[in-house]
């Protein structure tokens, strides 16, 4: 049994505290508001982000943050735009020693720096790992059978997590590759985006059969140039969960994108998914590395323009349908 906190108290974390909690963990639960711990403890579950799963009793709730002190292991899985300012809280408390598993996805848009990047620069006395792979909240919440990737430098560290985590309804991979299992979990959230506007807009299977194919290519193709092995994008942490957030209604990215598609404003999309909608954020971060590495994205770079420059998003699908003809595999 371990000692464990999981900072973060939306769908995922609550998620992932009552797996946890499933291994008989000792484990506590953060939430940056004492409201929504009062709330979870009253109603004994999760009503606003992971309505129906059972919270236990066992798994302690708290607003305080020092509950990250002594402990064998810190769950990161705070929304990516948050990262940094929950790792400098949490930085005065921290063991010396301490590994961070990050299950969050994303990319900081002005640095350009993955989030275990972050956590390494603000915590370097941790040893820091990625969890990534096809794995929404809802159904690891209801112990359906997933499969995810723990990715970090130290393998003993990884097979730590591997084995923390790892259950008869949560399989768990280990990887070297933490900048590709990083890469993959933050792009395909765009890539979700675009799914989503293919749905709003109306058009069919074959276009986003079409649109994933090329976007595994595209992040694979930049993963590369940064220094990830290409594997890992073949691999759970990347086709595996481009595959399920392109295609299901859990995915906040894919609904975001279905109201953009329908013909709604970025701010009234997100406004009605009322989450976070990661694939935004990650947007401006992967247009500006495809410049900074000079990678080819032609899907990252029409996102981009409806996000932020309003593009007309037929007007995009047809601009890339019309692209210069090409080989496929090069």
Known sequence: ?????????????????????????????????????????????????????????????????????????????????????????????????????????????????????????????????????????????????????????????????????????????????????????????????CAGIIDGIGFGDNTKAALMTRAIKEISRLGVKMGANEETFYGLAGIGDLIVTCTSMHSRNRRCGILIGQGKKLKEAIDEVHMVVEGVYSAGAAYELSKKYDVEMPIVEKAYEVLFNDKNPKEALIELMNRDKKEEII
């Not at 990625?130 to 809802?138: D, F, K, N, Q, V």
Request: charged fraction near 20%; include cysteine.
């Open 1 to 193: 049994m371990a000692n464990i906190t999981v900072v973060g108290s939306g769908g995922w974390g609550s998620a992932i505290a009552t797996l946890l909690n499933d291994k008989n963990h000792n484990v506590t639960l953060w939430s940056w508001k004492q409201e929504e711990c009062d709330a979870i403890r009253r109603d004994g579950e999760n009503k606003e982000y992971l309505p129906g799963i059972k919270i236990s009793e066992k798994i302690n709730l708290t607003s305080d943050i020092s509950c990250v002190s002594g402990k064998d292991l810190i769950v990161l899985v705070s929304p990516s735009k948050v990262i940094r300012n929950t790792l400098e809280s949490m930085k005065p408390h921290i063991t010396d020693g301490t590994p961070i598993v990050i299950l969050s996805k994303g990319i900081e848009d002005k640095t350009l720096k993955t989030l275990t990047q972050i956590a390494q620069e603000i915590i370097p006395s941790s040893c820091v790992a990625a969890l990534s792979g096809p794995s929404h909240a809802e159904e690891v919440g209801k112990k359906i059978p997933t499969a995810c990737v723990v990715a970090c430098s130290d393998e003993k560290v990884a097979k730590f997590i591997q084995e923390i985590f790892m259950c008869e309804y949560f399989r768990v991979y280990t990887s070297s590759d933490v900048l590709g299992v990083e890469l993959g979990g933050a792009l395909k959230n765009v890539i979700a985006l």
